[in-house]
């Protein structure tokens, strides 16, 4: 007799094997903190490249519960995610030819770096019969794009009186925002100057702003009169990246875990992982355990034996290479250890925590870069709306 076959269409639920548990809570909490240090400035919430990698539409939705109204993306298909959700999305950086229909059509509201592409837009909206919202991008110092401080004044009022298009704002960006010198003073001063004289010609902008995460930390000057709003990022994610304390607090919002999936004890000389980077030194042999993350989900193959990991609220550092699919800890602290135990890389578990700057400052690189690239493979899971875990996000890659 034949065995009747399987429903092809039936979900079997698997227990992933690494995620980002992400605390919806933390980040309404974290906005109004920082929304509370700025006031009266308005705080425009910085969700680009995915959230840093924690997902820009949970992000954006627990922000607009906090009070946010203001969004701030890279890119076009960034911006277009988050219309439906009742907030302006500003696009920060350039706007490419190809681009600008996209802009008109979608209501987004576009960064302005020189004349050209103020023109471009112009033109296009009065096509259709409409009129367009934008900032202007004034290099005050960065380096990377926006019209060149020094001949911004002229530029700038020409691009006003162009129709077509709403010049609702004005920016710049901070190349050391974490530092408290001369240079960093000079270009508070001179942009604000820049904001002022631009007034006095008759071209005013309803926001007016320059302040990252580390300039709310550090420079209040760069978010009070003329500025009125700010642009954190990290910040809103707990991961604070200057060293000058923030006044006000912010609790970090996600935790990177994932599974042994193996433990074995290697004998005296034996050695773990490619290249052979290390090798057992104990008589009796090392309890080496294999975690399911690697290099593919995110996990830096510079923390190499030198990041560690936490099983069961105890430190186990990483031995061997960090391979693509896997990582090896040593579980001599965690004799109890089994298979399946949860194991933490980034984030908090009982009285200790790994922080995300620890990791970072280890793997050579800034909190920035590690979310980031964050694999698609990794689930990304939200916990704490209204008591209750919401949904487990499954990568495409994975349906």
């Given at each position: 007799?034949?065995?009747?076959?399987?429903?092809?269409?039936?979900?079997?639920?698997?227990?992933?094997?690494?995620?980002?548990?992400?605390?919806?809570?933390?980040?309404?909490?974290?906005?109004?903190?920082?929304?509370?240090?700025?006031?009266p400035?308005?705080?425009?919430?910085?969700?680009k490249?995915?959230?840093?990698?924690?997902?820009?539409p949970?992000a954006?939705?627990a922000?607009?519960?906090?009070?946010?109204?203001?969004?701030?993306?890279?890119?076009?298909?960034e911006?277009?995610?988050?219309l439906?959700?009742?907030?302006?999305?500003?696009?920060?950086?350039?706007v490419l030819?190809?681009?600008v229909p996209?802009?008109?059509?979608?209501g987004?509201?576009?960064?302005?770096?020189?004349?050209?592409?103020?023109?471009?837009?112009?033109?296009?909206a009065?096509?259709?019969?409409?009129?367009?919202?934008?900032?202007?991008?004034?290099?005050?110092?960065?380096?990377?794009?926006?019209?060149?401080?020094?001949s911004?004044?002229?530029?700038?009022?020409?691009?006003?009186?162009?129709p077509?298009?709403?010049?609702?704002?004005?920016?710049t960006?901070?190349?050391?925002?974490?530092?408290?010198?001369?240079?960093?003073?000079?270009?508070?001063?001179e942009?604000?100057?820049?904001?002022?004289?631009?007034?006095?010609?008759?071209?005013?902008?309803?926001?007016?702003h320059?302040?990252?995460?580390?300039?709310?930390?550090g420079l209040?000057?760069?978010y009070?009169?003329?500025?009125?709003?700010?642009?954190?990022?990290?910040d809103?994610?707990?991961?604070?990246?200057?060293?000058?304390?923030r006044?006000?607090?912010a609790r970090?919002?996600?935790s990177l875990?994932?599974?042994?999936?193996?433990?074995?004890?290697?004998?005296?000389?034996?050695?773990v992982?490619?290249?052979?980077?290390?090798?057992?030194t104990?008589?009796?042999?090392?309890?080496?355990?294999?975690?399911?993350?690697?290099?593919?989900?995110?996990?830096?193959?510079?923390?190499?034996?030198?990041?560690?990991?936490?099983?069961?609220?105890?430190?186990?550092?990483?031995?061997g290479?960090?391979?693509?699919d896997y990582?090896?800890?040593?579980?001599?602290?965690?004799?109890d250890?089994?298979?399946?135990?949860?194991?933490?890389?980034?984030?908090?578990?009982?009285?200790v925590?790994v922080?995300?700057?620890?990791?970072a400052?280890?793997?050579?690189?800034?909190?920035?870069?590690?979310?980031?690239?964050?694999?698609?493979?990794?689930?990304?899971?939200?916990?704490?709306?209204?008591g209750?875990?919401?949904r487990?996000?499954?990568?495409?890659?994975?349906?």
């Amino acid at each position: 007799m034949l065995c009747p076959r399987e429903n092809p269409d039936a979900v079997h639920p698997v227990m992933p094997r690494a995620w980002v548990e992400i605390d919806v809570r933390a980040w309404e909490e974290n906005f109004r903190a920082v929304a509370g240090a700025v006031s009266p400035a308005t705080v425009l919430a910085v969700v680009k490249a995915n959230a840093y990698g924690l997902g820009a539409p949970e992000a954006a939705r627990a922000f607009r519960r906090a009070g946010c109204r203001h969004l701030a993306v890279a890119s076009i298909e960034e911006g277009r995610e988050l219309l439906d959700l009742g907030m302006q999305v500003l696009l920060l950086g350039a706007v490419l030819p190809a681009e600008v229909p996209a802009v008109v059509e979608t209501g987004i509201v576009a960064s302005i770096p020189d004349y050209a592409t103020a023109l471009r837009i112009s033109d296009a909206a009065q096509a259709v019969g409409r009129r367009v919202s934008v900032h202007i991008q004034v290099d005050s110092g960065m380096g990377r794009l926006g019209i060149v401080l020094s001949s911004a004044l002229d530029e700038i009022l020409r691009i006003s009186r162009l129709p077509g298009i709403l010049t609702e704002g004005i920016y710049t960006h901070f190349p050391t925002a974490g530092r408290r010198d001369a240079p960093t003073y000079r270009q508070i001063a001179e942009f604000a100057s820049l904001v002022r004289e631009l007034e006095s010609a008759g071209c005013g902008f309803k926001w007016r702003h320059m302040a990252n995460s580390a300039a709310v930390a550090g420079l209040p000057e760069a978010y009070r009169a003329p500025f009125n709003m700010v642009r954190p990022g990290l910040d809103l994610h707990g991961a604070h990246l200057s060293i000058t304390p923030r006044p006000y607090r912010a609790r970090p919002v996600f935790s990177l875990k994932s599974r042994l999936v193996g433990i074995r004890t290697l004998p005296q000389g034996a050695t773990v992982g490619y290249g052979r980077t290390y090798a057992v030194t104990r008589p009796g042999g090392e309890r080496i355990g294999t975690v399911a993350i690697g290099y593919a989900d995110g996990y830096p193959r510079s923390l190499s034996n030198t990041g560690s990991a936490l099983v069961r609220e105890r430190t186990c550092p990483v031995v061997g290479m960090v391979c693509m699919d896997y990582t090896m800890i040593s579980l001599e602290n965690v004799p109890d250890a089994e298979i399946g135990d949860e194991v933490v890389l980034v984030g908090n578990t009982g009285p200790v925590a790994v922080s995300i700057a620890a990791v970072a400052r280890k793997a050579g690189t800034i909190p920035y870069e590690l979310m980031c690239q964050i694999g698609r493979r990794v689930h990304r899971r939200y916990v704490g709306r209204d008591g209750e875990n919401s949904r487990v996000e499954v990568p495409e890659s994975l349906k």
